[in-house]
C-alpha cells in the first residue's frame, strides 16, 4: 500500500529527546576566568537512554574536557513554525542552547530550541544561547514539520501613494 506525502508527514513526532555536549578549554579571551566554555554539539538519544542529572565526562585531553548534559526535550510548535523556516533557510542553520550559570561560573544547559524568536528572549534576560550545528536528523525533522504545518504569505505588492496628485488636489482647495 502506497502512502502520500501528506499522509507521511502526518506520521512527523512533535518532539526529541536529545544531549548537549559542552566543551571546557583553558581560557584565551579573560584573564580573570580560567577556563572558557562552549556548546559543540547536540545529539538525538533515544527515549530509553538512561537520564544523568549531573554532567558526564565524556572526553578529555589535557586541559580540555567535554561533557554532556542531558536528556533535554526538543519540541515543536506550530506557531514557531516561521521561525524555525527562516532558520532552516540562513546560511548557517542552528540549534540553540541556552544555559545559566552556576555558582561556580559553569554555564549550564535546561534548554535546546530550534527558534531564534525563543532564544531571544532569553538572551534579553542575560542568559548564555550558544548556536551549535543541526544534527541532519533533526533537520530532516524540522524540515518535514514545517512542510506539514508553514505556508509562508503571499507577498503583497504594495499599493504606490500618488504624492504628485495628492499635493496638486491639495493645492487647489487652498485657493
Not at 559542552?22 to 579573560?30: A, V
Not at 541556552?98 to 532569553?122: C, G, K, W
Request: glycine letters at 4%.
Amino acid at each position: 500500500m502506497t502512502t502520500t506525502i501528506e499522509e507521511q508527514l502526518q506520521d512527523i513526532p512533535t518532539a526529541f529527546s536529545v544531549v548537549v555536549l559542552m566543551q571546557r578549554q583553558p581560557s584565551t579571551i579573560s584573564k580573570w576566568s580560567d577556563y572558557q566554555w562552549e556548546a559543540v554539539g547536540v545529539m538525538v538519544q533515544g527515549d530509553d537512554t538512561p537520564y544523568t542529572e549531573m554532567p558526564q565526562l565524556v572526553f578529555e585531553d589535557g586541559e580540555v574536557k567535554r561533557y554532556l548534559y542531558g536528556r533535554f526535550r526538543l519540541t515543536l510548535h506550530a506557531d514557531e513554525c516561521e521561525s524555525y523556516y527562516y532558520n532552516l533557510i540562513s546560511p548557517e542553520p542552528r540549534c540553540y542552547v541556552v544555559a545559566r550559570t552556576d555558582d561556580d561560573n559553569i554555564p549550564v544547559p535546561f534548554l535546546v530550541s530550534m527558534s531564534f524568536d525563543e532564544v531571544h528572549a532569553y538572551i534579553e534576560t542575560d542568559e548564555q544561547v550558544f548556536a551549535v550545528a543541526i544534527p541532519a536528523e533533526l533537520y530532516r525533522w524540522i524540515e518535514d514539520f514545517v512542510l506539514l504545518h508553514y505556508a509562508p504569505e503571499k507577498r503583497k505588492k504594495r499599493k504606490r501613494d500618488e504624492w504628485k496628485e495628492a499635493g496638486e488636489k491639495g493645492r487647489m482647495h487652498e485657493h
